[in-house]
């Protein structure tokens, strides 16, 4: 069995929270030229736009890799939500109902792959993401 290693940038956003929100993300890795996607959620508050990139992300991945080598495959989620990352790391709780359905449905897709780690960066280390995030925005 060959693993693979891939890294997913992502990033949510919204103006106004809530507000009209997006995410975007920017998967590279493997033998894959670099997908880039953004989406437009309509309205909804950063932190729904910054689970919603990550969930999406992963299902494009193994949508693309397919469920065997997804099966395979080593992801390094790479996101600039504090939040986030210390709540899927197990850091902090999560108490909003709605950030909870998102959690589940988070740890639901992280079950299709081999391993699925999770990084918090600076925001200025997650420029490609957020311009995802931004196009999606204006193209609305």
Do not use: C, W
């Amino acid at each position: 069995m060959t693993l693979s290693l891939y890294t997913i940038h992502t990033d949510g956003g919204s103006r106004g929270n809530p507000g009209h929100a997006a995410s975007g993300y920017v998967i590279e890795g493997g033998s894959l030229q670099p997908i880039h996607h953004g989406l437009y959620l309509g309205v909804a508050t950063n932190n729904v736009a910054e689970y919603t990139a990550v969930i999406i992300a992963l299902h494009r991945l193994k949508a693309v890799l397919g469920a065997h080598k997804a099966s395979e495959a080593h992801v390094r989620v790479m996101s600039d939500s504090e939040l986030l990352v210390r709540q899927v790391n197990g850091e902090y709780k999560v108490k909003d109902a709605t950030l909870k359905m998102l959690y589940m449905d988070l740890h639901n897709a992280r079950q299709d792959f081999a391993d699925v780690t999770f990084t918090h960066i600076r925001r200025e280390q997650n420029a490609k993401a957020d311009r995802m995030v931004n196009e999606a925005l204006d193209a609305q």
